[in-house]
């Protein structure tokens, strides 16, 4: 089984994942990153594009992104949009 982590990407007001997954990539305002389980502690601004998370179970989640925040305590993963 594949290494996994809770991420959860919500906007005001509502929830839009919250489950466990394999990796989140994201359009951060520096260029396109990839974030693992056990990731170093990191926070970056995010301007337009399509946050992508690998699930647990190995399906794709799409979340367009006119701008946010992604933030990765190495434990989890939370992105503001």
Same mark, same amino acid.
């Given at each position: ?5 809770? /991420?959860? !990407?919500?906007? /005001?007001?509502?929830? &839009?994942? +919250?489950?466990?997954?394999? +990796? *989140?990539?994201? %359009? ?7 974030? &693992? %389980?056990?990731?170093?502690? @990191? *926070? +970056? ?5 399509? /946050?992508?998370? !690998?699930?647990?179970?190995?399906? =794709?989640?799409? @979340?367009? /992104? ?6 990765? +305590?190495?434990?989890?993963?939370? =992105?503001? &949009?």
């Amino acid at each position: 089984m594949a290494k996994t982590f809770p /991420v959860t !990407v919500a906007s /005001v007001g509502e929830t &839009l994942f +919250s489950e466990e997954a394999r +990796s *989140v990539t994201a %359009p951060g305002a520096s260029g396109e990153f990839t974030a &693992l %389980p056990h990731h170093e502690p @990191f *926070v +970056s601004t995010l301007k337009a594009g399509t /946050v992508r998370i !690998v699930d647990g179970g190995g399906e =794709v989640h799409e @979340f367009p /992104v006119k701008q946010g925040i992604f933030e990765t +305590s190495g434990a989890t993963a939370t =992105v503001l &949009l």
